[in-house]
């Protein structure tokens, strides 16, 4: 198991092509993908789907109580990749610009099939956090 958990709308084109960008910086060493279309999946970290319309979710895998939503789950993985440190912490320093991207987020995430478009099927991830059988995952 990766250190960290992605939920991710596998039907949002962006959504799921951010998730091939972050699938080609990481290569699967920190993160692994959870659409948040695969219910079974999301029960066993304890989620909905409807959980999931406020925004992506990330996971510590370590300590599963540790989550980060929305514009804050697009923060830590920012934080977690090399250099992205320096970006976050700049972006998180400078005045206002906190506020600036968490309304940027939800304006996005609220019309991200309309600005960006649907996928038919959702994205399938080279890195899933659970295959066809995701109880073998998780402990009961």
Same mark, same amino acid.
């Given at each position: 198991m990766k250190p960290y958990?992605?939920? +991710? $709308?596998?039907?949002?084109?962006?959504?799921?092509?951010?998730?091939?960008?972050? =699938?080609?910086?990481?290569?699967?060493? #920190?993160?692994? +993908?959870?659409? &948040?279309?695969?219910?079974?999946? *999301?029960?066993?970290?304890?989620?909905?789907?409807? $959980?999931? =319309? &406020?925004? &992506?979710? *990330?996971?510590d895998n370590v300590t599963p109580d540790r989550r980060w939503q929305g514009s804050d789950a697009a923060e830590e993985i920012g934080r977690l990749l090399p250099v992205g440190n320096v970006f976050v912490t700049v972006y998180r320093n400078l005045p206002g610009m906190k506020w600036v991207? $968490?309304?940027? +987020? =939800?304006?996005?995430?609220?019309? #991200? +099939?309309?600005?960006?478009? #649907? #996928?038919s099927s959702p994205y399938q991830t080279a890195y899933p956090a659970c295959d066809t059988a995701c109880n073998q995952y998780f402990s009961k």
């Open positions: 958990t992605v939920i +991710y $709308d596998g039907h949002c084109n962006l959504c799921s092509n951010l998730v091939q960008v972050l =699938e080609q910086i990481d290569k699967g060493d #920190r993160f692994q +993908y959870l659409p &948040m279309q695969d219910e079974a999946g *999301l029960a066993q970290f304890g989620i909905t789907a409807q $959980d999931c =319309e &406020m925004g &992506m979710i *990330l996971i991207g $968490d309304r940027v +987020y =939800e304006q996005v995430r609220d019309n #991200r +099939y309309a600005l960006f478009g #649907r #996928r």
